[in-house]
């Protein structure tokens, strides 16, 4: 066994009636921000509560600093902090104090100190009823108990949702200094590429339950590009890499592996005009494509068999 991982999830899975999560392989080194990226109804939150086993995976283990839950809950557990995509229940009309007293008792990691700080840029009043704290507040809230409780991971799910642009900023802030000392590890669930390009150090792209891809975000990068080339090149489509292709004046491919694709317009003496980056939504919707194509084929290829 090896806690060389934060995380691991090997061949975890979760039917419900009409979803099904995984099979889902993913091994994240501590030290690191994942961005998991995806549409609404990807499994973004599925997947975030496997992790803190408030859902059941029904097929695979997950591992957390090389452990799987069972005996070891409560330790497991309290070295993730946790930021759930709605808020945490409105414990029967408590002030945030109260509520962060009794929240602090489990956690012996808890740092006062990081609490008065963030509560302080977050503009939290400790006097003030949770139950009428604005949504904004709510996730402000939130996020600074997740981070006092001294974490080894964070686990967000979509953070900034509600925040304005001002608390944002302190939040991007806030993860950059707790990533400062190395070894901490964050799992982010964002639907903003702002943050996924400001934050992220790797990105999984979930989409209908399934684990799209999983990159360096710097690879990625360099992997995809948008080229423009002079001629209305028809065969472009069948060039290596190649995930589109709009014919114009000037022909727009969009590749995924940018060098293979110019190396072969090189050997077709084809001169690239132009290139671009391309942007992580587009990107998603490119492997989107791919993905609902190759479901509509397996769909054809079973309907054969079956015929
Ligand atoms: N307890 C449950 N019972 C049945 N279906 C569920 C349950 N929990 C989640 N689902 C289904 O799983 C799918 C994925 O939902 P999930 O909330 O994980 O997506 P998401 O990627 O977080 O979406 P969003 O971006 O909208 O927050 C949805 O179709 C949802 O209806």
Redesign the pocket.
Known sequence: MSDTYAIQFNGAGKS????R?GPIDLRVEPGVVVAVV??????????FQMLLNI?QPDEGVIRIFGEAYGQREVEIKRRIGYVP?SSYAEEAGWRIDELVRFYSHWYPAWSPETWRSLSERFELDPKAKVSLLSKGMKRRLAFSMAVAQSPDLLVLD?PSSGLDPFAWRIMLDEIRQFMADGERTVLI?T?TIEEVRRLADYVAF?YD?KLLDYRVKDTLIDDWKTLWIEAAFEEAAELPGVVDVELGPLTRLTSDRASETERALEEAGIAVAKRQQVELDEMLHHMIVAEKRKQAASGRTEGELHR
């Open positions: 419900f009636d009409s979803f999560l995806g549409p609404n109804g990807s499994g973004k939150t599925t997947l859902v995509d979509e669930a639907h979930l339950g």
